[in-house]
């Protein structure tokens, strides 16, 4: 009989050992699934963000641009304005679907006074008299707070 129980105790002593293993195996592939899962949905989420970071600045820069062609072309007497203004509006509406709510307020207002200098029959007037440049600023300014922000928090703002 002792023998047996000799021989019941190497069994016992062979399967915990066996079921160890396993579990060491099963944890430890499950916990680098579970790493490597993480680490794969942060990078994507990234790059995400560098996408629309990208997009971003370019709409805000085809923005800026449009804004300063559409006064330029009211100084030119032969431009034609309503496709400036069509081009206006236009980027006006990308900017209020894909900025956070103070870059497309900021967006409107400078979009509001480049429309209201277009429309002044003198051409003897500068931009900066009519305050155009405070508008930029403030647009400028909203533009770098939330692509800041975008970049620190990895996070894109809905």
């Not at 709510?101 to 003897?124: C, H, M, N, P, Y």
Request: glycine share 6%; with cysteine.
């Amino acid at each position: 009989m002792a023998d047996g129980a000799s021989s019941d105790i190497t069994l016992y002593v062979a399967l915990i050992s066996a079921g160890s293993a396993l579990l060491g195996t099963v944890g430890g592939g499950l916990i680098s699934f579970l790493t490597t899962y993480h680490l794969k949905k942060k990078e994507w989420q990234q790059g995400q963000v560098i996408k629309e970071i990208e997009k971003r600045e370019k709409l805000y820069a085809d923005f800026m641009a449009q804004c300063a062609h559409t006064i330029l072309k009211k100084l030119d007497t032969s431009g034609d304005l309503a496709e400036n203004f069509s081009m206006l509006s236009s980027l006006v509406a990308q900017v209020q679907l894909h900025a956070t709510e103070r870059v497309s307020q900021a967006g409107e207002q400078l979009a509001q006074k480049v429309l209201d200098l277009a429309k002044i029959e003198t051409r003897k007037s500068t931009t900066s008299e009519k305050g155009y440049d405070h508008f930029h600023n403030k647009f400028c300014a909203a533009c770098r707070d939330e692509l800041r922000n975008l970049r620190k928090s990895g996070k894109i703002p809905h």
